[in-house]
């Protein structure tokens, strides 16, 4: 992993088309500002994580849970 | 012609005779499964809220999924840049959506992920998993609330 070190107001550019600008430090908190292609996903990290644990969730789910649930019916 | 008839795997339905040429495309798969770019939706029965989003690849990966505007009524969020762009979306009225459900015992107890609803272009027939940036919603939205 590349590690840079950057202050408020100062940027990072990835490849030629998004910039990364460190807006604020504020305790532990950091406010970035990304700018970027409008075709490129920005997502929490934490939120796609959740997202996929969510959706594995739901796959758990037992091959006889259509047919048990007809049965109720 | 292209023979588009195709016999797949399923998980909850055996062996299912399926029109590929209605098959959807999700070009960046879903999270956590980012290889799985095709997939059909059968219908599980009369009458019954729910759907499955099986993969025509994998017999095991089948989503349960429902109609999130039958469960919350004023559902609403705004469809980023890059999903327009990904899906080639042009009106609103292109689009179906649908929410991935995790089913529990009793059934009243399963939630349906509202914070990333499921895309689908009508027409070209891609689609994504959106990922909402806001708190507005949940993953895991009760779905019990509604008497049935």
């Known amino acids: 992993m590349l590690v840079l070190s950057r202050k408020a107001g100062e940027t990072i550019k990835i490849a030629d088309n998004i910039e990364v600008k460190i807006l604020e430090v504020k305790g532990d908190t950091i406010r970035i500002g990304i700018e970027a292609p409008k075709s490129v996903d920005i997502v929490r990290g934490e939120l796609v994580q959740s997202i996929t ?5 739901s ?6 849970w259509l047919s048990t649930l007809k049965g109720k019916e | 012609m292209v023979n588009t008839i195709k016999e797949i795997e399923t998980k ?6 399926v029109d590929l040429s209605k098959a959807w495309h999700f070009p960046k798969g879903l999270p956590g499964f980012e290889d799985e770019e095709e997939f059909v939706i059968l219908p599980i029965g009369d009458g019954s809220e729910f759907q499955i989003l099986q993969s025509t690849k994998q017999a095991g990966i089948a989503f349960v999924v429902a109609n999130p505007y039958k469960l919350v009524e004023d559902y609403d969020f705004t469809i980023d840049e890059p999903t327009i762009d990904l899906l080639e979306i042009e009106k609103p009225e292109d689009l179906m959506v649908l929410g991935i459900v995790c089913i529990k015992e009793p059934l009243t107890d399963s939630t349906i992920n509202l914070q990333a609803p499921l895309l689908f272009h009508i027409e070209n027939r891609k689609a994504k998993q ?5 708190n507005r919603y949940a993953i895991k939205h009760p779905i019990g609330g509604k008497e049935s």
Do not use: P, Q, R, Y
């Not at chain 1, 644990?53 to 969730?57: G, L, P, R, V």
């Not at chain 1, 796959?59 to 006889?64: A, G, I």
């Not at chain 2, 909850?12 to 005779?17: L, N």
């Open chain 2, 130 to 134: 959106m990922i909402l940036n806001d």
């Open chain 1, 59 to 64: 796959l758990t789910l037992d091959v006889n």
């Open chain 1, 53 to 57: 644990e969510s959706n594995a969730e």
């Open chain 2, 12 to 17: 909850f339905h055996d062996k299912v005779e």
